[in-house]
Structure formats: C-alpha cells, structure tokens
C-alpha cells in the first residue's frame, strides 16, 4: 500500500524480518504480549508457523525508512487459541459451499488478553494512520484470497478509534481483578459480606490442611528445571481436558525465559516436599496477566489459590492496579472478579455474510451489556446501606 504521503505498508513472514528496536520502539517494551521478544519465543518454539496454523504475517506502515506504525498479524487456518469464538461463522461458510479459512487475524496467540494491537508513532495522526492501515489489510485479505479480517482484544481508546473504520464491532465481557490501594488480602476481603469471606477463606486454609506449600519465583530466579517442571504439569492438564499437549512448546516457554525474565512470575505449589502444580503469570508496570495453570495431582481448591489468590497478593505486594487471569469462568465472580468489557473489531469480504454477521454481532453486544449487569449483582462485595 502507498499514498500520496509516501506511506508504505510492508507485511513479513518472520518477526525475525523485522528490526527489533524498530518493533520495540513503536510498541515500548512495558506490555509483555506485543514485545518482539515475545513473538521471536513463540515462532521460535514452532507454536506459531504454518504448520501449527498460525503463520506470522506481520505488518509495518513505513514513510521512507522510519517506521510509522505495527501490528502483529497471523494468517490462521483454524480458530483455536483466539479466545473471540467464530466457530459458527466457519461453519456457515462450510453449509454454504464457502471456506472461511484462511483469514487474517490481529491477535496474540493463545493469550486473551487486552493490550496494544496497532502501535502508532507519537505526534502521527491516529484516526488517519487507523483507517489507512485497516484499508490495507483489507487490501491485503482481498488479494490473497483471504475470507476475513479480525482485530481481536484492543484497548479501549484503540476500540473507539477502530469503530470509525466501519469494521464490525464485536463485544464480550472477562473478570478482573482492580486493587483499590488494598493493604493486605484480608483488606481486601473486610469488603466482601460475610457469607462470602468465611467462604474464601475456607478455600485458603484447605489449601493449607493439605500440607502444601507455595513458592513465587520472578524472572531469573526462574531456572531451567522450574521450566521443565512447569511444563509437564501444562502438559498433563491439557492432555486431560483437551487431548493435546497444549499450545505452546516447551522451547517457547525456555525462550520467553531468557528473552524476558523480567515479565514472568511462576507459583509452584509442593505437597509434602513434592511439586505437583504451577501457575505463569506475566507482568507489566501496572497489570498482573494469568495465562497458564497445570498439575499433576487434583487437590481441593488448589486451583484457586495458585491461579487467583497468589496473583490477588501479587498485585497487593507490588503495587498493581489490575489482574487479568484470563478468558471466561464465572467462578471468579464470586471470588471479587468483576466483570469487565473487551472489544474486536472484523471485516468480512462476503458481502451477504458481512451483513448476517453484522446484525449477529448487534444483537450479541445487547446480551453481553444485560449480561454483565447480571453478573455484576452476584459480586461477594457488601451492598451499600441505605442512604
């Protein structure tokens, strides 16, 4: 793509084709998910190619030679591991003789977490530079055959900017966690009503009754066997529930290691001496991420603790203001989780689909606003008094 302004949109195949500081310097290095070193772990650990379907198809607009803006991009031959479910849209496509895939999605595998998606250089016009690159990816997906287009989990203010481009906006709705200048655990649970603390903290002490201890490591305190350690408990959970081995390799796991300690925390949880089950955490300035759990031994609220109750102290410990643990479970409600919004936003090229999917994501955007008004009354923190 190229206009008037000298503007080039150049797309990549490898974040290896791409000058790291360059990347780095339109994103900054603070969220954990768009740094380039997070992309380099994972296609350098075989979870993001061809092969496992999602072949890194990066984008950066340029003015010449100085970068402009970025954005991670795959071309995907399935949905796994999106998190914003178009399943029914595939299958749609595949009822009326059509093939839905390939598409082009903006997203960060397997992480269904809100953050940057497209990075704009400072002092360049944001609504213009959106809607030229969304113009261009759109372009691109008409000349490689591509169904569609999916900017999956962007900010709020992104959000805003990206429903000016007519893309198809498309709602949902997670659990947080949001630290209220908490001094402890315990000040934060003095805000739950009683039923539902005594509750909690039953959970905790289990925990305790079963003689199990916690260890949280950060960065390079993490070493390789805490890694393999970590890995066989991932392994074991996914092959459980879902018959696989999970998404990522072990290699990307070791490379996210040494290529940004600083980001990553992991709580490893010991029953008598023995490890039977770990949680990774990533991190940034001000926001706690859940992303992965595992274990070998199925033990009472176990899960809980190391998954939800360690991150929730975390925060407290260090100061952050938000603790996102990932997609769906309403369990969290109740566990001080409050519901919170995300956004993406899609471009369809069959016009006769666009409008089906349209008037779906209208009438789905009503159901999750009713929905988290719902969930919000089953929150366990005590109801104001009467005023």
Known sequence: MASGSELELRFYTSIKEVDQSAWNGLFGTDHPFTRYEFLLALEEGGSTTTESGWQPSHAMLFRGELGVAAIPLFIKSHSYGEYVFDWSWADAYQRHGESYYPK??????FTPATGPRLA???????????????????????????????????????AATLETTG?????????????????????????????????????RRRVIEQNIELTVLEGTEINEEHWQLFYRFYQFTYAKRSGHGGYLSQQSFLALGRLMPEHIVMVLASQDGQAVAGALYFRSDDVLFGRYWGCIKELDCLHFETCYYQGIEYCIRHGLSRFDPGAQGEHKIQRGFE?????SFHWVAHPEFAAAIDDFTRRESEHIEQYMVQASEYLPFKKPGPT
């Open 104 to 109: 082009l999605v903006c997203a960060i595998p």
């Open 120 to 158: 704009i250089l400072p002092g360049e016009p944001e609504a213009e530079i959106t809607k030229l690159v969304v113009a261009g990816l759109t372009r691109f997906c008409q000349e490689r055959g591509l169904s569609s287009l999916h900017i999956l989990f962007p900010m709020k203010d992104a």
């Open 167 to 203: 893309l198809m906006q498309r709602t949902g709705s997670q659990f947080h966690w949001f630290n209220r200048d908490y001094g402890s655990f315990d000040d934060f649970l003095a805000g739950f009503n009683s039923r539902k603390r005594k509750s909690l903290r039953r959970e």
């Open 339 to 343: 519901p919170s919004k995300t956004w």
